[in-house]
């Protein structure tokens, strides 16, 4: 592929729209910047328009709006981009329920995703681990209040994560957040 429709277009400018106010947790950076990333990952790992969209609206029900936020995206941009978001998604009531058994819920289905869920899901989770890894580097300890597991459950979390993408979806993606997974503090 080597060009962008203009249905791209549109996701990009939605996404903005979606997430204006959001910051990433503690740092300010605006929240855009990590979808941006994120759909940048997917389509330099090769994945298609479809999943470069959904890897910039992946957190678009979950964060803005659940089920209604999902049928605009289905209207907008089609089932296959809201199957992906959907996949992406662990929660889809506010405020959302205990985070340790969302957690596992999630983990537990993850394995079982469409490959094209999988990129996005993976694209995301390296983007997040890289994130708090280059965070943790800047200010240490003090990074982990801002996470609702802290420090023993981000890091069983993305160990877990680790764990079903070098299994589920093994690639150069899978060992770039092995490689991240492995810096976090034991």
Not at 70 to 97: M, Y
């Amino acid at each position: 592929m080597s060009a962008l429709s203009s249905r791209f277009d549109d996701a990009l400018l939605f996404a903005s729209e979606l997430h204006r106010s959001q910051a990433r947790k503690g740092s300010g950076i605006p929240y855009i910047a990590h979808l941006m990333s994120v759909s940048s990952r997917v389509l330099s790992a090769g994945g298609t328009e479809v999943q470069a969209i959904a890897g910039l609206l992946h957190d678009a029900a979950e964060d803005q709006g659940g089920q209604a936020t999902l049928d605009v995206i289905h209207e907008r941009f089609g089932p296959d981009v809201a199957q992906i978001v959907a996949d992406c998604t662990d929660s889809w009531v506010e405020p959302k329920p205990a985070w340790r058994p969302r957690k596992e819920a999630y983990l537990s289905k993850l394995p079982s995703k469409p490959v094209a869920s999988l990129l996005v899901s993976l694209a995301d989770k390296l983007d997040n681990a890289e994130a708090i890894l280059h965070d943790y580097r800047e200010i240490g300890d003090e990074l982990w209040p801002r996470f609702t597991g802290g420090r023993e459950g981000t890091i069983w979390y993305y160990q877990e994560l680790n764990s079903i993408f070098a299994n589920a979806l093994p690639s150069s993606l899978s060992r770039d957040l092995k490689r991240a997974v492995s810096l976090f503090p034991s």
